[in-house]
């Protein structure tokens, strides 16, 4: 499979960029989204049996784009100095210390990620119009604190990066199958807000 890994320019630290390193993240991600969404599809079509998949923005094609993820998401192990590091970060001198996997999805995984949830928020917004790009800003505790996210679901905002690493993640670790990128859909397309 010919793939190009995405490189952004920025540490993907949310809570510690400056709220312009933020805003500059937002645009950045908008702006190179059609390339993404390109380069996933190339890769997509360049597989045995997917020769005909379309990004098209339908619900449907999220059924095969879903089994296709789902056979190229990879783990790799993580360094001793990686698991220090989380070990220090996560436990801390917790007198009840959380287990740390020793594995981590490989860079092509997460990229694989951040453009199939590219893809995902195409999707919405093409079958949504209701649906907005927006950036939380209030409390640096928030889960998507200064991600870009699409506002206008019930009860909260929807964050399509995150949601498919979370996904590649259940991937790789078998507890979830190709089918949950389309119940994903489905599920959030449920909590949309209904004009008024």
Do not use: C
Request: proline share 6%.
């Amino acid at each position: 499979m010919t793939y190009k890994v995405i490189q952004p320019p920025f540490t993907l630290k949310f809570r510690e960029m400056s709220r312009k390193e933020l805003t500059d993240y937002f645009q950045w991600l908008l702006g190179i989204l059609p390339d993404r969404i390109n380069e996933l599809s190339n890769a997509v079509r360049l597989t045995p049996g997917f020769e005909t998949w379309r990004p098209d923005k339908t619900p449907a094609s999220l059924d095969a784009l879903g089994h296709w993820l789902a056979d190229h998401v990879e783990k790799r192990q993580r360094t001793e100095e990686e698991l220090r590091e989380l070990n220090e970060k996560i436990n801390g001198g917790s007198p009840y210390p959380i287990d740390i996997s020793g594995e981590e999805l490989t860079n092509k995984t997460f990229s694989l990620a951040m453009d199939t949830g590219m893809y995902l928020s195409q999707v919405f917004l093409q079958n949504h119009s209701s649906l907005r790009w927006t950036q939380e800003f209030g409390n640096k505790k928030y889960v998507d604190y200064g991600q870009p996210v699409l506002a206008e679901f019930n009860p909260a905002p929807f964050n399509p990066v995150r949601t498919m690493v979370t996904l590649a993640y259940g991937l790789a670790d078998k507890t979830k199958d190709g089918r949950r990128l389309r119940e994903v859909y489905d599920r959030w397309a449920n909590k949309v807000r209904s004009k008024a």
